[in-house]
T-cell receptor
Framework: DVKVTQSSRYLVKRTGEKVFLECVQD?????MFWYRQDPGLGLRLIYF???????EKGDIPEGYSVSREKKERFSLILESASTNQTSMYLC???????????????FGPGTRLLVL | AQRVTQPEKLLSVFKGAPVELKCNYS??????LFWYVQYSRQRLQLLLR??SRESIKGFTADLNKGETSFHLKKPFAQEEDSAMYYC????????????FGQGTELSVKP
């Protein structure tokens, strides 16, 4: 059973703080993703990574950066948190395999971040 | 542009009534579409994918390329179906990322 874990379920930070959100998956997946989930906007992709030390910008990368030093871990960094980054953050992972059944993305439980 | 549209933010039905959650897409090429579901306090999870052509928890979805739609249907809604539903397509020409719709909250009343 695929397991994707996120370091915190709830986080409260102040404006200007540097924030780290961690995600770990245990299925040896190559692909990892960070989304934010906002009412009425659905899920929007922030960054993704196809392999260790590789990263690609998603649709809304501004104000965020990521780090993938190990295959199982994908970190999302808010360099200087702002109130408009208050959101639910979801991490996901998937396999590179060509078998389409393996292209499903598996999601973590989410981190609800409040920036004051 | 590749896009997924779910026109309804909220859909409220009574138990036992049929339900249809609408999803329209814009994609150049052959799309691969999914429905994801998020129950209260649970993680987002895959409900079904169009290539499987299967029924999950009584839900089905048929890809209609002519209408560019992938509506999710269930003939008799149950209270436990209440959840947030997201339609998504996989964009192979953008590195295999998922493009999600805005989501529809389904509320099934007793």
């Amino acid at each position: 059973d695929v397991k994707v874990t996120q370091s915190s379920r709830y986080l409260v930070k102040r404006t200007g703080e540097k924030v780290f959100l961690e995600c770990v998956q245990d299925m040896d997946h190559e692909n990892m993703f960070w989304y934010r989930q906002d009412p009425g906007l659905g899920l929007r992709l922030i960054y993704f990574s196809y392999d260790v030390k590789m990263k690609e910008k998603g649709d809304i990368p501004e104000g965020y950066s990521v780090s993938r030093e190990k295959k199982e871990r994908f970190s999302l960094i808010l360099e200087s948190a702002s109130t408009n980054q208050t959101s639910m953050y979801l991490c996901a992972s998937s396999s590179h395999l060509s078998d389409s059944n393996e292209e499903t993305q598996y999601f973590g439980p989410g981190t609800r971040l409040l920036v004051l | 542009a590749q896009r997924v549209t779910q026109p309804e933010k909220l859909l409220s039905v009574f138990k036992g009534a049929p339900v249809e959650l609408k999803c329209n897409y814009s994609y150049s090429g052959s799309p691969e579409l999914f429905w994801y579901v998020q129950y209260s306090r649970q993680r987002l999870q895959l409900l079904l994918r169009h290539i499987s052509r299967e029924s999950i928890k009584g839900f089905t979805a048929d890809l209609n390329k002519g209408e560019t739609s992938f509506h999710l249907k269930k003939p008799f809604a149950q209270e436990e179906d209440s959840a947030m539903y997201y339609c998504a397509l996989i964009s192979y020409n953008q590195g295999g990322k998922l493009i999600f719709g805005q989501g529809t909250e389904l509320s099934v009343k007793p």
